[in-house]
T-cell receptor
Framework: AQKITQTQPGMFVQEKEAVTLDCTYD???????LFWYKQPSSGEMIFLIY??????QNATEGRYSLNFQKARKSANLVISASQLGDSAMYFC?????????????FGRGTQLTVWP | DTEVTQTPKHLVMGMTNKKSLKCEQH?????MYWYKQKAKKPPELMFV???????INESVPSRFSPECPNSSLLNLHLHALQPEDSALYLC????????????????FGEGSWLTVV
């Protein structure tokens, strides 16, 4: 079975500062992918970044980077230079190769608030 | 902008109404999904279509009826819903259902906000 844990229900950060959103996962499958999604209050679920279990380097996409520590089973999202528009719910998710039809497992989410 | 398009954005329906949610993608993806999301919760998988065939039905009540007319379209037909069915309904797609690369990222639409009165 796969499990995603996000222990921070809410996070606050000042504009232009960096913030780290925590995510730990549990799976016995050696092949898996980790995803982060952003969901503003409008509802759209926006894909941010992907990390494969065999990737040697941490993924980066613009201001987003994924701090992947395989031995610790953590996949934290780092947002640099926060902007007011970053205020949203952030979900960590995982798909394992052995999952039924590539089922995506979500954490409970972290509500990020960026203040001026 | 999302490449998964959902209509309508908002829907209010009575418990005796019949309505449909529509989803379209033009990324050539062969897997499409319906998720239901309640406030402050993660999305919950409802249905998975792979190559236009229903592959997963997560014990969803029969008042929700999915349909995949072709590889680009996915509908969710609604009939005799209950107020507790009010939620955000998200459509999503991916290259296929096989896991293993970023190419199989699941992309979501903007969602349809459903209110049952």
């Amino acid at each position: 079975a796969q499990k995603i844990t996000q222990t921070q229900p809410g996070m606050f950060v000042q504009e232009k500062e960096a913030v780290t959103l925590d995510c730990t996962y549990d799976t016995s499958d050696p092949s898996y992918g980790l995803f982060w999604y952003k969901q503003p209050s409008s509802g759209e679920m926006i894909f941010l970044i992907y990390q494969g279990s065999y990737d040697q380097q941490n993924a980066t996409e613009g201001r987003y980077s994924l701090n992947f520590q395989k031995a610790r089973k953590s996949a934290n999202l780092v947002i640099s230079a926060s902007q007011l528009g970053d205020s949203a719910m952030y979900f960590c998710a995982m798909r394992a190769r052995g999952s039924t039809l590539g089922r995506l497992y979500f954490g409970r989410g972290t509500q990020l608030t960026v203040w001026p | 902008d999302t490449e998964v398009t959902q209509t309508p954005k908002h829907l209010v329906m009575g418990m005796t109404n019949k309505k449909s949610l529509k989803c379209e993608q033009h990324m050539g993806h062969r897997a499409m999904y319906w998720y239901k999301q309640k406030a402050k919760k993660p999305p919950e998988l409802m249905f998975v279509y792979s190559y236009e065939k229903l592959s997963i039905n997560e014990s969803v009540p029969s008042r929700f009826s999915p349909e995949c007319p072709n590889s680009s379209l996915l509908n969710l037909h609604l009939h005799a819903l209950q107020p507790e069915d009010s939620a955000l309904y998200l459509c999503a797609s991916s290259q296929d259902v096989v896991t293993g690369s970023s190419g199989n990222t699941i992309y979501f639409g903007e969602g349809s906000w459903l209110t049952v009165v």
